[in-house]
T-cell receptor
Framework: AQTVTQSQPEMSVQEAETVTLSCTYDTSESDYYLFWYKQPPSRQMILVIRQEAYKQQNATENRFSVNFQKAATSFRLKISDSQLGDAAMYFCASPNTGANSKLTFGKGITLSVRP | NAGVMQNPRHLVRRRGQEARLRCSPMKGHSHVYWYRQLPEEGLKFMVYLQKENIIDESGMPKERFSAEFPKEGPSILRIQQVVRGDSAAYFC???????????????FGAGSRLTVL
C-alpha cells in the first residue's frame, strides 16, 4: 500500500521567515504527481502546490516552493516570507499506485506562525 | 462556480441512527471521492465514484457504510446504525475526467462533521 510520511507533527516559524516542511513517500510508479494541501481552522482543504514527478524543475507558486528529490522520494514544502495566514495543518499527498486521482495523505503537520 | 458543496456541515446522531451526508461536485466534474478525517489525523480514502458507478470502495468499512452517485442529484454517503467511532469529519472531493491518471487536482468541499452521542 502507498504510504506518505510526515514525521514532524508540529513546527513554528517567525513571521517573515522561511520554513520547510518534510514529507517522504513510497511508490512503484515512474510517473506520478505529488501534492501539498493546507487545512486552516475552517477545515477547508486547499491545494497549495502540485509537482509532476517526471519534471526535474521544482514547482513554485508565489511564496510556496517544492524541494523534490525523486531518488530519495522526498517532497518538501518551503514557505518563504511566512505570514500569519499560513498558520494551518499541511498535508502531503500522493496518488495511489496506478489508480486514478485517489490520494493517500500523510498525517499532517501543524504550522504556527509567531508574530 | 459554487465549488464542491457538502451538507449538512454538522450532523448529530444518537447511536443506532442513520446518517446521510450529501455532496454536489463542482460543475463539470464527474468524479467524486469521499474521505474521512479522524481528530488529529490525515484524510483516509473511503470510496471513489463516477455517475452511477462505484469505481473503488477499498477504503469503505464492510458493514453499515454505503455510497452512491446517481445519474441525477448529489452523491450520498450513508452510515447506518452509527456508533461513537463514526464521529469524524467526512470530506467530499471532485475532479474532472482523470487524464492522465493521478494528475487531476481534487477540489474539496468544506466537510461534514458527524458527532455520534
Amino acid at each position: 500500500a502507498q504510504t506518505v510520511t510526515q514525521s514532524q507533527p508540529e513546527m513554528s516559524v517567525q513571521e517573515a521567515e522561511t520554513v520547510t516542511l518534510s514529507c517522504t513517500y513510497d511508490t512503484s510508479e515512474s510517473d506520478y504527481y505529488l501534492f501539498w494541501y493546507k487545512q486552516p481552522p475552517s477545515r477547508q482543504m486547499i491545494l497549495v502546490i502540485r509537482q509532476e514527478a517526471y519534471k526535474q524543475q521544482n514547482a513554485t507558486e508565489n511564496r510556496f516552493s517544492v524541494n523534490f528529490q525523486k531518488a530519495a522520494t522526498s517532497f518538501r514544502l518551503k514557505i518563504s516570507d511566512s505570514q500569519l495566514g499560513d498558520a494551518a495543518m499541511y498535508f502531503c499527498a500522493s496518488p495511489n499506485t496506478g489508480a486514478n486521482s485517489k490520494l493517500t495523505f500523510g498525517k499532517g503537520i501543524t504550522l504556527s506562525v509567531r508574530p | 462556480n459554487a465549488g464542491v458543496m457538502q451538507n449538512p456541515r454538522h450532523l448529530v446522531r444518537r447511536r443506532g441512527q442513520e446518517a446521510r451526508l450529501r455532496c454536489s461536485p463542482m460543475k463539470g466534474h464527474s468524479h467524486v471521492y469521499w474521505y474521512r478525517q479522524l481528530p488529529e489525523e490525515g484524510l483516509k480514502f473511503m470510496v471513489y465514484l463516477q455517475k452511477e458507478n462505484i469505481i473503488d470502495e477499498s477504503g469503505m468499512p464492510k458493514e453499515r457504510f454505503s455510497a452512491e452517485f446517481p445519474k441525477e442529484g448529489p452523491s450520498i454517503l450513508r452510515i447506518q446504525q452509527v456508533v461513537r467511532g463514526d464521529s469524524a469529519a467526512y470530506f467530499c472531493a471532485s475532479s474532472p475526467e482523470d487524464r492522465p491518471p493521478g494528475a487531476n487536482v481534487l477540489t474539496f468541499g468544506a466537510g461534514s462533521r458527524l458527532t455520534v452521542l
